[in-house]
């Protein structure tokens, strides 16, 4: 306590007086220690496939069955998924890292070499890994990105591990105990 006894902050500002910030450089190197699963969110135009990947992605609900995912407001995917009004979740299996870092990088035409066709209406990458088809349910604002929550309308599984990401590189984890 200083000043007549109002508490302070570490920083010797009033306590409660509003919402501090975390550096974002602390903020970047906690989160990059939490492993999230590798996933490509595709969608479409007239057949014509847009696609990038998002480690952003969580179950939401299972009645009904609800997904999220979340993009930067000036992704160009975003756009497509606002448009079309639905979109894909490749959830990415151990092995596929090339998949991963080709749909990362900036550029018009991601699926340049890559294997996909359409299923349930969404453009799905060939090969292993799980699979989501949504319908656009809602989109929420927050912060620089945009939250999309998804209906799904279609699911198919394999029993591949998943690829993961932790500290700036891929992996994967072949069990857990529990």
């Known amino acids: ?4 006894g109002t508490a302070r902050d570490q920083n010797g500002q009033p306590a409660g007086s509003g919402y501090d910030q975390v550096d974002a450089t602390v903020f970047r190197d906690t989160l990059a220690r939490v492993p999230t699963p590798v996933t490509v969110v595709t969608s479409h135009i007239d057949r014509k496939p847009h696609g990038t990947t998002v480690s952003a992605f969580s179950s939401l609900s299972l009645e009904p069955p609800m997904i999220l995912v979340s993009l930067d407001q000036n992704s160009d995917l975003l756009k497509v998924i606002q448009e079309s009004g639905h979109f894909g979740v490749n959830v990415l299996a151990a092995g596929q890292q090339g998949l991963a870092t080709q749909f990362a990088r900036k550029g018009a035409d991601k ?3 890559v294997a996909w066709y359409m299923d349930h209406g ?7 890994g799980q699979w989501l088809v949504c319908r656009t349910d809602q989109l929420v604002t927050a912060g620089d990105h945009v939250i ?3 209906l799904v309308v279609h699911a198919d599984t394999h029993s591949f591990e998943p690829l993961l990401y932790r500290q700036r590189a891929f992996g994967t984890v072949t069990h857990l105990r529990g």
């Open 111 to 113: 699926f340049a070499g």
């Open 148 to 150: 999309i929550i998804g």
């Open 122 to 128: 969404a453009p799905r990458l060939a090969g292993k």
């Open 1 to 4: 306590m200083q000043d007549g």
